[in-house]
């Protein structure tokens, strides 16, 4: 069963930056992506980065592209966001999530919302303005 822990939200000024981590185990199989996803109160979940355990290759929303950077460590099984220049409008609670990599790919083709079945608990990052 895979399990996610995540790390490193908290309060940050408008254009400030943090690094989120998570720390996932009980992968049965390389074909998996572990992403973050966020979501802000009255909102719904949104995808904002994630990385495949295949070859590490990133994908960003179009909103944090260049503020945000995905790492993935395979020795420690840990993904890193790295967000920069930070703005009130990322606010929200970040969930890490990982799942077979091609529900990942299919949803971002489809534009569909991300069928994911493992998750963190979540952790708040709040920017204040």
């Known amino acids: 069963q895979v399990q996610l822990v995540e790390s490193g939200g908290g309060l940050v000024q408008a254009g400030g930056s943090l690094r989120l981590s998570c720390a996932a185990s009980?992968?049965?199989?390389?074909?998996?992506?572990i992403g973050w996803f966020r979501q802000a109160p009255g909102k719904e979940r949104e995808g904002v980065s994630w990385v495949s355990r295949i070859d590490g290759s990133p994908y960003y929303v179009d909103s944090v592209k260049g503020r945000f950077t995905i790492s993935l460590d395979n020795a420690k099984n840990t993904v890193y966001l790295q967000m920069h220049n930070l703005q009130p409008e990322d606010t929200a609670v970040y969930y890490c999530?990982?799942?077979?990599?091609?529900?990942?790919?299919?949803?971002?083709?489809?534009?569909?919302?991300?069928?994911?079945?493992?998750w963190g608990k979540g952790t708040l990052v709040t920017v204040s303005s």
């Open positions: 009980g992968f049965t199989s390389d074909d998996y992506a």
């Open positions: 999530g990982a799942d077979l990599l091609v529900k990942f790919i299919n949803s971002v083709i489809s534009n569909t919302p991300y069928d994911i079945n493992n």
